[in-house]
């Protein structure tokens, strides 16, 4: 069943979207190989919020301990307590054109 994720990284928006633009190539090659269906980012009052929805939590979870998001993350200064995550089974989606 697809899976559904919602990180909130906390942090100066601005800076945050630009960090995220250097980084949306290799970002998205780490999605693409791992299965990513959808990905969508906008700032938040604290920081950006990434939604993410993967084919299943398998794919998730290679991406997210992919070496190149890792190394991503941490060229960033990023540390896990800059992030909130939720993960959801999607009990269906659609995607309209």
Do not use: C, K
Not at 4 to 27: K, N, Q, W
Not at 60 to 75: H, K, L, Q, Y
Not at 78 to 92: C, I, N, Q, T, V
């Amino acid at each position: 069943m697809a899976y559904l994720t919602i990180a909130r990284i906390s942090g100066e928006p601005g800076e945050l979207l630009d960090g995220y633009r250097e980084s949306a190539a290799t970002m998205s090659e780490v999605g693409r190989d791992h299965g990513l269906i959808l990905h969508a980012v906008a700032p938040i009052d604290d920081g950006i919020m990434i939604v993410n929805l993967w084919p299943s939590r398998d794919g998730s979870e290679a991406a997210a301990t992919d070496p190149r998001r890792a190394a991503v993350v941490a060229s960033q200064g990023l540390g896990p307590e800059r992030f909130r995550r939720e993960h959801f089974e999607l009990a269906d989606y659609e995607l309209f054109d």
